[in-house]
Every structure is written in C-alpha cells, then in structure tokens.
C-alpha cells in the first residue's frame, strides 16, 4: 500500500512557465513533507520542507502549499529553467522517528 | 562538512554472490538509513540504525541486513544476490531526532549478472 503518490510519471514545461508537482499521501500521522530533487546516478538533494503547521513555505523560486484536509501537498517552481529539469520525489514522516516514505517520483522536463 | 559518503560507487556481482556496501554519515549524525531504488518504484526503505541499533525496518526479505558501528559508519549487505537486486542503493544521514537534516549520498549503483 503506497503511503506516497506522485501520480504523474512526468512533466513538461516551458522554459519561463511554472511547474507544478503534485503529491497525495494516506497517512494522516504524517506531520512533515519534504521535496527532494534527483539527477542521474546522484544521490537525492533536498528542496524544501514544510511542518504540518503550516499550509505554505517559501524558498526563492520554489514554493511548497500543504492541504491537509485533502492530503495533497504541491511543489510551484517558478520561472522554471532547464537546469530544474531532474526527477522530483515528494517525501513524508511523523515526527516519531519514523523512517521518510517516498513517492515514485516526476521527471520534470524544462523545455528551453 | 564533509557529505555523506558511499563507497563504492559502482559494483557488478554474479547471481548467487554476496555484495557489502559502506556508508560513512556526516560527522554528528547518528541515523543512517538505507534505501533501494529501482526504475519505475521510487526510493524504497530498507532500514534504518541509529546508536549502533536497528530502529526500524522495511519489508524486505532477511537477505537484506545491516549494522553500524560505534563511529556511526554504516554496512549493509546482500547475501545470495539475486537478479533483481540490482538497483541504486542509497545511504542518508540524520542527526537522527526529529525530521530534520536528511543528507543522502550518491548511492552505490549494483549490478547482478
């Protein structure tokens, strides 16, 4: 049973527009998201996090909005550029030490 | 600081064989966790040590195990490798107490032949 889902496969955007990543989770012990980015044969780097406490955080051109009454949480990126063009991997846990679950993963594309 | 560290970078194993992968946290950090990955199925947990000690496990077969050691470094080995396991094996580091501070490396990428 996936606790994280990532539904779409993969994403396509032009250079300049927004990118928008969407991420659904089923447990509602889950109390801190975290977005990681992945290139090839490289380990995960962190993005950005947000606390369940609050429903948006900021960092430069990415924006991360948490709804917890729908479980859903999304990932802005804007303007998108060609270098943002990785695999994105939206990540959950409690904060009881649990391990982070993670969702299949977006290949976003920036089109230049 | 030095980053999450994860030797060795590439492996190729026959069928049958057994592989020992190494992970060497950030200075301070006390939880290591493992983590497979494989085309198509995201980052899937294999378990986690923190303090020398198991503290949590994913759903995967007893071929799979771990330990780590007083200096937080981190092993974990694969015994009777079996076709699908090869895939990018991932270490990240923690300090271990809360959410925070998740460093991954660059992950050890097998292959079983």
């Known amino acids: 049973d996936q606790q994280v889902k990532q539904n779409s496969p993969s994403l396509s955007v032009q250079e300049g527009r927004i990118s928008i990543l969407n991420c659904d989770y089923t447990?509602?012990?889950?109390?801190?998201f975290l977005w990681y980015k992945k290139y090839p044969a490289e380990g995960p780097t962190f993005l950005i996090s947000?606390?369940?406490?609050?429903d948006k955080n900021e960092d430069g051109r990415f924006t991360v909005f948490l709804n917890k009454s729908a479980k859903h949480l999304s990932l802005h990126i804007v303007p998108s550029q060609p270098g943002d063009s990785a695999v994105y991997f939206c990540?959950?846990?409690?904060?009881?030490?649990?391990?982070?679950?993670f969702g299949k993963g977006t290949r976003l594309s920036v089109i230049a | 600081k030095a980053g999450v560290t994860q030797t060795p970078r590439y492996l190729i194993k026959t069928r049958g064989q057994q592989v020992t992968l190494s992970c060497s946290p950030i200075?301070?950090?006390?939880?290591v966790s493992w983590y497979q990955q494989t085309p198509g199925q995201g980052l899937q947990f294999l378990f986690e040590y923190f303090s020398e000690t198991q503290r949590n496990k994913g759903n995967f077969p007893g071929r799979f195990s771990g330990r780590q050691f007083s200096n937080s470094r981190s092993e974990m080995n694969v015994s009777t490798l079996e076709l699908g396991d090869s895939a990018l094996y991932l270490c990240?580091?923690?300090?271990?107490?809360?959410?925070?501070?998740?460093?991954f490396g660059s992950g050890t990428r097998l292959t079983v032949v």
């Open positions: 200075s301070g950090h006390r939880s």
């Open positions: 990240a580091s923690s300090p271990g107490t809360g959410p925070y501070g998740y460093t």
């Open positions: 990540a959950a846990l409690d904060s009881g030490n649990t391990p982070l679950v």
């Open positions: 947000i606390s369940s406490i609050k």
């Open positions: 447990n509602s012990m889950f109390d801190y």
